[in-house]
């Protein structure tokens, strides 16, 4: 079993930069694909990035490319997501994922629904304009 704790939201203003951190408590971070979702209110949750477990390949949801980077550090069983060039419409709560498969990712992007085995709490993220 894995667990996921998400930090770094905030209120930030429309142009400005949030870094968002997950930490997996789990032995074999480096055996999971590792991905981030957001969900607005009203709204279905969403893929917005993922990456392999190597670091070797990464999504991007169309509308986050060239404003977000996904990393990780398997030393430090922990994903990120930077997030530049804010917009009001990236306000959600942002769900940090995990799965075997780097698969379910894709499946995700291309489905336009949300795919993993484990999920984090959320984390609040609010851009004004």
């Known amino acids: 079993q894995m667990q996921l704790v998400e930090s770094g939201g905030g209120l930030v203003q429309a142009g400005g930069s949030l870094r968002l951190s997950c930490a997996a408590s789990?032995?074999?971070?480096?055996?999971?694909?590792m991905g981030w979702f957001r969900q607005a209110p009203g709204k279905e949750r969403e893929f917005v990035s993922a990456?392999?477990?190597?670091?070797?390949?990464?999504y991007y949801a169309d509308s986050v490319k060239g404003r977000f980077t996904i990393s990780r550090d398997n030393a430090k069983n922990t994903v990120y997501l930077q997030m530049n060039s804010l917009k009001p419409e990236d306000t959600a709560v942002y769900y940090c994922?995990?799965?075997?498969?780097?698969?379910?990712?894709?499946?995700?992007?291309?489905?336009?629904?949300?795919?993993?085995?484990?999920w984090g709490q959320g984390t609040q993220v609010t851009v004004s304009s």
């Open positions: 990456i392999s477990w190597s670091g070797g390949t990464t």
């Open positions: 789990v032995r074999t971070f480096s055996n999971y694909a």
């Open positions: 994922a995990a799965d075997p498969q780097m698969a379910a990712f894709q499946r995700s992007l291309e489905s336009r629904r949300a795919f993993a085995d484990y």
